[in-house]
């Protein structure tokens, strides 16, 4: 159960020296106990304080971290149950399941294919992270394809099997790869629990219920372990929505550490069809899986769900920016058109876009307006004309253009009048509203 200030604060030398960069140890203790703070930043607590307040201090869920490589992953680490509370850390892992008994001709062509699945958006690469691989009864098979999978491609594991033997091959098999061991039971958590802790690997516990969990967390906790991800056996679609709501409340609200784990959830075993499993992991992205597991990757399926972690997972309170400053798109010269927009990520990236597709060269101006879309930042005064000015002037770009043209948002027509006042000589263009206008817009000017 975390502790509160007043609790932190009574454990702590109370000298008020400041080295923790606070006026007070009173101050230090409630930002420690709202996550403001890291304890390391005291030098001078004792030991027993120490491993008192770091159990209290650790996150309600911890964070897990499951492979390596470009599409390693952290899951959990979670604070709040509403993003707009804070915000949502560790995005869902997406996750396709494949038999330990498929060919491996077609078990190539699937990694091929699911490989291809990579999506650029906002400047981010948006693709799935795991391949978990079932065993379909032949231990050897089980661990062939699971090396097959760790060598040959950039995806992580889940190793699903019941059989310890067949689990430890592939264990041996995948070990470099830090792949999630599937799963300790009532009846395997001595066993699964000793070889996930000799090899240093995160382990999934799967029960039958969120009561039957309970038991089993705190065995594997007792043998040392903390890199665990849970499933409570729900397979019903209301029950299982139900047990995830109900795991992430008793860590965060009752501050159950038995409970606070990330979750691992399976859509391909709640559904009969793929669209009925993407709208099941739709929920579970929202509503609090840690882990979804597909039957397939299908790039109609998958990039939805890509799209919604996004958007789940972005800070509501920091919008997505780009860097302020001159953008080249399509090698432009002294005499190519130059126009200025905000720099909220996705009004860059589709401007930037609709730009390129028309092959006309030009200069893209991006100023700085915290994040704001044109209409929001014109309405803030962060894209008044006089500030708009002000930047074109020390953008730099009066030194790589000969024709004294900006041609500005559509949404920003007020502010000519006093561009114009900034920057004398110019001729201010008002450009269209939308951006896929841009093209045809451009072209009409050559
Ligand atoms: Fe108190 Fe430690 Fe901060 Fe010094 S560094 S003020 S002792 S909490």
Redesign the pocket.
Known sequence: MALTGIQIFKL??????????????L???MNLASGKAELD?????SEEARAQLAEASAPPILPVQIGKGVRKFTVGGETVLYRHEKTFFNPTALAAKIKSDTTEKDLKAKLSAWNAFQYERVGLNLRPEIVAVEDAGDAKAFAQTAKTIAETSEFNLILMSQNIDAMKAAVEATRFKNPLIYAATAATVDAFGALAKENDLPLAVKADSIDALIPLTDKLVGMGLKKLVIDSGARDVKQAFEDQVAIRRAALKAGNRSLGFPTITFPCEMASNLDMETMLAAMFIAKYGAIAVLSDFKTESLFPLLLERLNIFTDPQRPMTVTEGIYEIGNPDENSPVMITTNFALTYFIVSGEVEGSKVPSWLLIKDTEGLSVMTAWAAGKFAGDDVGMFVKKSGIMDKVKKKELIIPGYAAAIVGEIEEELPGWNIIVGPREAPHLPAFLKARL
């Open positions: 702590l030398p109370k000298t008020n020296c400041k080295e923790c960069g606070v006026p007070t140890c101050a230090f203790a930043s005291c030098p001078y607590v």
